[in-house]
């Protein structure tokens, strides 16, 4: 007998279930409008990648690439299948004048040269996708500025813990084209504004930095590594390691005893070149036009090596140490070190989980739709007259629930309020004979009798009402 086993999801994901996908639900649909109303539109991307693509982006040095992927081989065709495929032919097709040894030496040959599997991975983020996509079609010959966002799982092998997940959801944006105007800097912050402010994330605080770019960050990497070095003995392993392989990662560091430490250090807004200063003063000017609030925030980073001059997070109250709701910044060079045209760009992504945890924890989750009628009916000719209004009601938009066998009145209303349902549809003998339905509004007992058209036009109108 096969052992009883009990199935549970993996640790670090979840099922998200009724009422709170209605949530998801609403949610996903008010970015989709907002971002659309900024002329953004949807890329559907594959969920695994080849994993070269994610290590020369992000890069190999980063938490991400080095310790969070779910990486796997793909064999292209399993070994074990191609060997009995090999058989069956060689049983059913021996060959004239060649010993079954030779052929199968020849064939073995030809097995040794067959295409060698690919590591993939699991997508941990969805920006080298992006630049994958816009090399593979050519986008860089569309006119204006490709503007595309994504909604969906991204996977990385973290330690689970409150709003942080291995399976976990973004909704992001990203601008690619020839410009790198400190205005779309400005726009993408201004969309993500309006969209935060439309699904009531209010308690939120946006940070901005400039990191620089290739002509002056190396500089300041050194000078900052210098520094590090004098004071090596003073950090942690971690710290320490990343004096070597990436210093600007200290500056992430949250160990309460290298944070003295660590504010002596050189900031780079002292060290930028002329041009990005100057870029990152335009995208401040650009912020105050559009009354966005920003903190300047020296020590933003983030963990991800793509990003050049302009880098921002989003923090959101109610979440603990995992208080990041959105981060971005611009990637300009990315497409070309992935083999595209030099192109610039800059997107952001939004972690759904811990957004609509925040947004459920200050209390601004609205009310959304549930069941509207419950059915109530009562002998075979009452069940032809409920299948057939339920189907009218349903094709008007309102939901609707028919029980699938005779409940007694008592037991109807009690599973009507039970299910959340705002009214009950009550169709018994009477309302047969007399051709019409009475709806009892369940929240305060108030019962009224309606004709069919009446019924459907009370409950249309009251659907669109709400
Ligand atoms: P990121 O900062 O790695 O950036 O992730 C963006 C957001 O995803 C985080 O602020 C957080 O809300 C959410 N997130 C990340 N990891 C987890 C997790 N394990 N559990 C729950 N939520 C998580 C990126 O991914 C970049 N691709 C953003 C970007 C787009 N930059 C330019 N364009």
């Known amino acids: 007998m096969a052992e009883r086993k009990q199935f549970r999801a993996i640790k670090g994901t979840r099922d998200i ?11 996903e649909r008010a970015a989709r409008e907002v971002f659309e109303s900024y002329n953004f539109g949807e890329i559907r991307l594959p969920i695994f990648e080849n994993t070269d693509l994610f290590a020369r982006s992000i890069g190999e040095e980063t938490d991400v690439v080095s310790k969070e ?3 796997f081989y793909d064999p292209f065709t399993p070994d074990e299948l ?6 069956h032919s060689l049983s059913v097709k021996p060959l004239e004048g060649e010993s079954q040894a030779a052929w199968l030496a020849k064939v073995r040959q030809e097995f040794e040269k067959r295409p060698k599997g690919e590591v993939l991975s699991l997508r941990p983020e969805a920006t080298a996708s992006v630049c994958r996509a816009y090399i593979e079609h050519g986008m860089q010959t569309l006119p204006g500025n490709v503007k595309l966002y994504y909604i969906g799982p991204m996977f990385r092998r973290e330690r689970p813990q409150k709003g942080r997940y291995r399976q976990f959801y973004q909704i992001g944006a990203e601008v690619l084209g020839q410009s790198d105007a400190p205005a779309i800097d400005a726009e993408v912050l201004e969309m993500l504004s309006v969209f935060f402010a439309r699904v009531g994330l209010t308690r939120t ?18 000078l900052l590594r210098e520094e590090l070095r004098k004071v090596k003995d003073q950090l942690r392993e971690d710290s320490q390691r990343r ?8 500056l992430d560091s949250k160990v309460p005893e290298e944070q003295p430490i660590i504010e002596k250090l050189p900031r780079i ?26 903190e300047e925030n020296w020590r933003l980073v983030r963990g991800l090596d793509y990003y050049t001059r302009t880098t921002f997070e989003v923090t959101a109250e109610g979440l603990g140490s995992q208080n990041a709701v959105c981060g971005g910044g611009r990637y300009d060079g990315l497409v070309e070190l992935l083999g595209g045209p030099p192109t610039k760009g800059i ?15 200050g209390g601004k989750a609205p009310a959304l739709g549930g069941l509207s009628v419950f059915t109530a009916w009562m002998g075979a000719p009452a069940y032809l007259a409920a299948v057939s209004i339920a189907r009218k009601l349903r094709g008007a938009g309102v ?33 047969v004979a007399a051709g019409t339905f009475t709806l009892k509004r369940l929240a305060d007992a108030d019962q009224r009798k309606f004709s069919e058209p009446e019924l459907l036009e009370y409950l249309e109108s009251e659907r669109r009402g709400t």
């Open 269 to 294: 807004s002292d060290h930028l070149c002329e041009a990005c200063r100057e870029h990152f003063a335009k995208l401040k000017d650009e912020l105050k036009l559009r009354n966005i609030r920003y």
């Open 399 to 431: 939901s609707v629930e028919l029980p699938p066998e005779e409940l007694k009145f008592k037991k109807a209303l009690g599973l009507a309020d039970k299910l959340g349902a705002r009214y009950a549809l009550i169709i018994g003998e009477d309302e």
């Open 69 to 71: 992927m779910f990486a």
């Open 17 to 27: 279930l009724p009422p709170d996908s209605s949530l998801w639900n609403w949610f």
């Open 347 to 361: 997107g952001f992504a939004i972690g759904s989980d811990r957004a609509i945890l925040s947004i459920q924890e």
């Open 243 to 250: 004096i070597e392989t990436n210093p600007l990662r200290v």
């Open 205 to 222: 605080m946006l940070y901005v930095n400039s990191i620089g770019d290739k002509n002056c960050r190396p500089q300041y990497v050194e």
């Open 82 to 87: 191609y060997w009995k495929s090999l058989e």
